[in-house]
């Protein structure tokens, strides 16, 4: 019962996704090939929402769930990390037909070949735990 919250929080997140056709690939190419606006739709207005909470987070005195204060820290510019992370990010995205978000959703909506996409990116991010001392950050 102490996780039912995240469960329909991740249902209701998979059902706009999906009714949104964000995790469409046709949408996705339309987007690459520059010739349909729907995903660019999507994609700034999560960033709109994603700026405006961050700032009210910001600036009030919200805790986490485990009553510590949410706090943010600056990180120094460096373009090898953005470029490689893009690069890698990029690739994972064209290869698989989705990003993250939208994975377990189409996971969810019958496509079973997601569990290869989803176990590589678990994989993907317990390689970067193991190499993260030695690349730049």
Request: with cysteine; proline share 4%; hydrophobic share 50%.
């Amino acid at each position: 019962m102490k996780y039912l919250k995240y469960l329909l929080i991740g249902i209701a997140f998979g059902i706009v996704m999906t009714k949104s056709e964000a995790i469409s690939w046709y949408r996705i190419q339309e987007m690459f090939r520059f010739q349909a606006f729907h995903m660019y739709g999507i994609i700034g207005s999560a960033l709109a929402v994603g700026i405006a909470l961050t700032q009210w987070l910001k600036r009030s005195a919200k805790t986490a769930i485990d009553g510590n204060p949410i706090t943010f820290q600056d990180k120094q510019f460096s373009i090898s990390r953005y470029l490689f992370g893009g690069f890698i990010f990029g690739l994972g995205w064209a290869l698989s037909g989705a990003c993250p978000g939208p994975m377990y959703t189409l996971l969810g909506n019958g496509f079973s070949v997601f569990i290869v996409v989803i176990l590589s990116a678990i994989f993907g991010t317990f390689v970067y735990g193991l190499l993260r001392p030695y690349l730049p950050h």
